[in-house]
């Protein structure tokens, strides 16, 4: 292996990429904290509203971690027509996906909201940011296939630039729309839904600008009314594991939503903010398995399974240390944080405990964010994340939390701990699965056999 290459793409592919992860947990944090600033139930209102778009970016990262397992290797080979029927298949799926949800989240955020609470004040709010919300869904459809591709095919930081100039915009709309800021309206919760559709729709206009340039991986509608039926097939034989992995993953997640907010309202807020200073710490870890993804693909593509190897054993050493890292920086800025937050005695008291709880978390969060969702599906390995996280989450996190919160009334600190335990779980059985190199495996090959 190359070192001094190693680095170079490093540099060029996870730096921006986990600056475009933040950026993006930066604005989730903008709207909570803003928002909590007005009010507690106001917070975890917009939280469990949000869950809705948690759930609906599930199937967007799954098909845009599909996206990147065919579009690193057709690009490392060379192949740019390949990549653009690969857009067609996911374009057409995005859209239709996005356009369910925006219709639930439009017509009946009501029914929505009563998933995650029976509080009929956290509802009045909820409803107020689905309606608005909703919209994002049918830009993001395509705004986001697109900033995945550019990242594939040497545009890492043009990406990050669309992206994060979107995310500032964002935060600086929040403050205008949430308070009534130079004579806007005050929206309050509405006010963190405009400025979310706002500043989407600012995006989605800048990535159709940049696919005009000469050189740019283009939308071809040929390719979307009539999408290649075997690349197609082969897509999705990869794909529908991903897809299975984020419903599972995020079926769980959600189901901690549920826990959590039948905990009462000190419960969910501390969660709240537990869960936006975690995602915050944890964007260099989709940083690295986002832009380790790319870098080993791009060499899977090309035929070079040695050099993809010791990529894929550098990534893993990198995460690791990475981990161990942002766990002792989050303890650090612990206090920091309960400084700024306007909780409850109660709520204060749980967040300390769950933010030390965060900080062990993230050794597993950032191994097994660059092996599962990185290394393993760069070479189409994505059958082995789906298997792990069902066993993982619904044999043991959620039905023991569902059993320590509603039958046994265990401390909420208790059950916090039970249902963020899972990536620590899994990490013997990651390590295993990667010594096996069942991701060493070229897609560009197999795609031709069968065609």
Same mark, same amino acid.
């Given at each position: 292996?190359d070192?001094?290459?190693?680095r170079?793409?490093l ?5 921006p990429i ?6 993006l947990a930066?604005?989730?944090?903008s709207?909570?904290?803003m ?6 139930? =106001?917070?975890s209102?917009?939280? *469990?509203?949000?869950q809705?778009?948690?759930?609906? +970016?599930?199937?967007l990262? %799954?098909?845009? &971690? ?6 690193a290797?057709?690009w490392?080979?060379g192949d ?9 298949i996911v374009l057409r799926?995005?859209?239709?996906v ?18 995650f609470?029976t ?8 409803v107020?940011?689905l ?5 994002t869904?049918?830009?993001c459809g395509i705004?986001?296939?697109?900033l995945c591709?550019?990242?594939n095919?040497? =545009?890492?930081?043009?990406?990050m *630039?669309?992206s994060?100039?979107a995310a500032?915009l +964002?935060?600086?709309?929040? %403050?205008?729309l &949430?308070y009534g800021?130079?004579g806007?309206?005050r929206m309050e919760?509405?006010g963190a ?5 706002i500043?989407?729709g600012?995006e989605?206009?800048w990535?159709l600008a940049?696919?005009t340039?000469?050189?740019r ?11 290649d ?6 897509f999705?034989?990869?794909?529908l594991?991903?897809?299975g992995?984020?419903l599972v993953?995020?079926?769980g997640?959600t ?5 959590m907010?039948?905990l009462g309202?000190?419960a969910v807020a501390?969660n709240?903010?537990a869960n936006i200073?975690k ?6 870890a989709g940083?690295?398995?986002n832009?380790?993804s ?6 899977l ?5 040695e050099t993809?190897k010791a990529y894929g054993r550098k990534l ?9 890292l942002s ?5 650090l800025l612990?206090p920091l944080v309960?400084e ?7 709520a ?5 405990w769950?933010?030390?709880?965060c900080?062990v978390y993230?050794?597993?969060k950032?191994?097994?964010g660059?092996?599962?969702a990185g ?10 994340g789906?298997l792990?996280?069902a066993?993982?989450l ?7 939390g569902l059993?320590?919160?509603f039958v ?6 208790a059950v916090?701990?039970?249902v ?6 899994k990490?013997?059985a ?6 096996k ?6 897609l560009t090959?197999?795609e031709?056999?069968?065609d």
């Amino acid at each position: 292996m190359d070192r001094r290459e190693f680095r170079r793409k490093l540099t060029s592919l996870i730096l921006p990429i986990t600056f475009q992860q933040f950026m993006l947990a930066v604005v989730s944090a903008s709207d909570a904290l803003m928002v909590g600033a007005i009010g507690q139930d =106001l917070l975890s209102a917009v939280s *469990l509203a949000s869950q809705i778009t948690f759930v609906y +970016n599930l199937f967007l990262m %799954a098909m845009t &971690i599909g996206t990147s397992m065919f579009a690193a290797q057709y690009w490392g080979k060379g192949d740019k027509d390949a990549v653009e029927r690969i857009l067609g298949i996911v374009l057409r799926s995005s859209m239709s996906v996005s356009f369910v949800f925006f219709f639930a989240a439009t017509f009946f955020p009501g029914l929505l909201m009563r998933i995650f609470t029976t509080d009929p004040q956290l509802i009045h709010y909820g409803v107020q940011y689905l309606q608005i919300v909703g919209l994002t869904y049918l830009l993001c459809g395509i705004s986001q296939v697109y900033l995945c591709i550019m990242k594939n095919s040497g =545009l890492a930081s043009m990406s990050m *630039l669309i992206s994060s100039a979107a995310a500032l915009l +964002n935060i600086i709309l929040n %403050a205008v729309l &949430i308070y009534g800021f130079f004579g806007a309206p005050r929206m309050e919760a509405g006010g963190a839904a405009a400025a979310t559709a706002i500043a989407r729709g600012v995006e989605l206009l800048w990535v159709l600008a940049e696919l005009t340039k000469k050189g740019r991986i283009k939308i071809r509608f040929a390719y979307i009314r009539r999408p290649d039926q075997g690349l197609r097939k082969d897509f999705w034989h990869y794909t529908l594991p991903v897809q299975g992995n984020e419903l599972v993953w995020g079926g769980g997640f959600t189901m901690y939503s549920v826990i959590m907010g039948h905990l009462g309202t000190d419960a969910v807020a501390a969660n709240s903010i537990a869960n936006i200073a975690k995602n915050l710490i944890a964007s260099l870890a989709g940083g690295i398995g986002n832009g380790g993804s790319i870098m080993v693909g791009n060499e899977l593509g090309a035929g070079r399974l040695e050099t993809a190897k010791a990529y894929g054993r550098k990534l893993c050493h990198i995460a690791v240390v990475s981990g161990i890292l942002s766990g002792i920086f989050l303890m650090l800025l612990s206090p920091l944080v309960l400084e700024i937050t306007d909780l409850s005695p109660q709520a204060e008291e749980y967040l300390r405990w769950m933010l030390a709880m965060c900080a062990v978390y993230m050794v597993g969060k950032y191994v097994n964010g660059t092996t599962i969702a990185g290394i393993f599906c760069a070479g189409g390995d994505s059958r082995f994340g789906f298997l792990c996280d069902a066993v993982t989450l619904w044999c043991f996190t959620v039905p023991v939390g569902l059993l320590a919160a509603f039958v046994f009334k265990w401390p909420v600190l208790a059950v916090y701990f039970i249902v963020n335990s899972d990536e620590i779980v899994k990490l013997p059985a990651v390590y295993r699965h990667y010594r096996k190199y069942k991701w060493l495996k070229d897609l560009t090959v197999r795609e031709e056999g069968l065609d």
